[in-house]
């Protein structure tokens, strides 16, 4: 076509042109041109070098370009936690050391070097102020003989010398160690960690200062796998009280006072132990079985006001649920729907109304590690491919008109995505 001719072409021809191709791309997973905010995920995807296989961290666009590789000479295990002013990103190395690097690629800096150990896991979690870490490590003893242990940290950020060992526990073994027996749960801001010891539940500050006694008298506090779980605010704790599967959901503020039980149901039966709290800590999102479904196959997505003391049903139909994540302004809950390697992306508003399912056209599959941009609009998943043991990375926008593949055919296994605060 001439170039006067393509000059004489209607705006809303050109206006038409442009929104099919948009769509087009859209439903090819491709990047569009549409105007909209690019965010920064951070993720890690094991890659085969020669006869080597490596877990390699990498930051992108979610339009998929200006995809960078960070740290290519180390092995990146998991737990990836950016500072909340977005200028780093806190990692774990080969399940024992602990890097942070600039949110550019440079400043590759080891925190902490550990020795090797059963069962090791780090949670990590930023200060306020973006310049220190506080980390607790466990290393399992509770099905060991010989006992594990549980280890708090903290870090200036400075190196491996600017790292502090807070306190050391030993846990498990026979006979059971029982100075603490449970994990280390930190607060979200880093400033505070609650414990289990002697069948009570304690606080105490990260510099291992202020150990408290929260609640009165012994008890059943974390049996079957349950947590002690901070409100987003830092003022109170939820947990799972009494002998598994009969449990109730249980608060207490983080000074020890107004113990409440939430549920109060003497029928009712936990088996997938998870508390959700909402983004402004008024609300405990949490899977609801019915008395016997222990396999998980009868369950409902629950929704306490802890103000109002009252629960509802937010699903009203009796299914495998997983995966539940609440969107940082709070108004969305997604989640997974399905048996394993059958499953499917929804969200649905708070308020229990408008269900919508996401990416349909994806075969059903196994899907994991939900995580919500922090402006609420995005969400990034992990997909299994079906044949095949090969898994992606994509995000989808909220009202899942764009879907868009985030990993290239040299990714076997992406995992871990965390967005960069904006």
Known sequence: MRLHKLLRIKPIALISLTLAITVFLSLQGLPTTATQKQRILAFTALQRRGSEMRNNLFVVNTNAWNRRQFAPNIDVSYTLVWSPNGDRLALVSGDTDIYTVKADGSGLTKQFAG????????????????????????????????????????????????????????????PAKTEISSECYLAPDGQQVAFVKDKNIYKM???????????????????????????????KIAFLFGAYPKQQIYTINA??????????????????????????????????????????????????????????????????????????????????????NNQKLYTINADGKQLNQLAPRLKPSEISELAWSTDSQQIAFIFNEIPGDKSNLYVINRDGLVLTKLTNDKDLNASNPVWQPQ
């Open 255 to 340: 000074d020890g006072t107004n113990l409440k039980n939430l549920t109060n149901n003497p029928q009712n039966e936990v088996y997938n132990v998870k508390l959700f709290w909402s983004p402004d800590s008024s609300r405990i999102a949490y899977y609801y079985n019915k008395p016997g479904d222990s396999a998980g196959e009868q369950q409902d997505i629950y929704l306490l006001d802890i103000n109002r003391g009252t629960a509802k049903n937010l699903t009203q139909k009796p299914r495998n649920y997983d995966q539940l994540s609440w969107s940082p302004d709070g108004k969305f809950i997604a989640f997974l729907a399905g048996e394993f």
């Open 115 to 174: 020795d090797s150990c059963k069962a090791s896991s780090f949670e990590i979690v930023w200060f306020s102020n973006s310049q220190k870490l506080v980390f607790a490590r466990s290393c399992d003893g509770f099905t060991s003989d010989s006992p594990g242990s549980q280890s708090l940290y903290t870090s200036d950020t400075s190196g491996i010398k600017g790292t502090k060992l807070v306190r050391k526990w030993e846990v498990g073994g026979r």
């Open 205 to 235: 500050n990260a510099d291992g200062s202020g150990i408290t006694k929260l609640t009165k008298s012994p008890g059943e506090y974390i049996s079957g796998g349950s947590e002690l779980v901070w409100s987003p605010d830092r003022t």
